[in-house]
């Protein structure tokens, strides 16, 4: 079955950098586009950074644009998301997603807290 699992979350300050993971399995990776969500507390879940299977053609939320950047390694089944210039305001859930014919898939999410 199709699994998503996030890492590399934690508490870090305001201007700090941290960088997520996301393992795939279940399905053929190379092939579907993935996005980064966050939900942080008492807010809408909203997109990060969405991108294609092949990594290029990328779409970021405005508030992060310059700050963070996505990747991915077809070869490990995984994507990346680089957080840099962190703020207060990053702090979130942020979960790592597949759109496969229809349905939308989730991981179990990571937490992001970034202090001032």
């Known amino acids: 079955q199709v699994q998503l699992v996030e890492s590399g979350g934690g508490l870090v300050q305001s201007g700090g950098s941290l960088r997520l993971s996301c393992a795939a399995s279940?399905?053929?990776?190379?092939?579907?586009?993935m996005s980064w969500y966050r939900q942080a507390p008492g807010k809408e879940r909203e997109l990060v950074a969405a991108f294609t299977s092949s990594g290029g053609g990328a779409n970021y939320l405005d508030s992060v644009k310059g700050r963070f950047t996505v990747s991915r390694d077809n070869a490990k089944n995984t994507v990346y998301l680089q957080m840099n210039s962190l703020k207060p305001e990053d702090t979130a859930v942020y979960s790592c997603?597949?759109?496969?014919?229809?349905?939308?898939?989730w991981g179990q999410g990571t937490q992001v807290t970034v202090s001032s």
């Open positions: 997603t597949a759109l496969i014919f229809g349905r939308r898939y």
């Open positions: 279940g399905f053929t990776f190379s092939t579907y586009a």
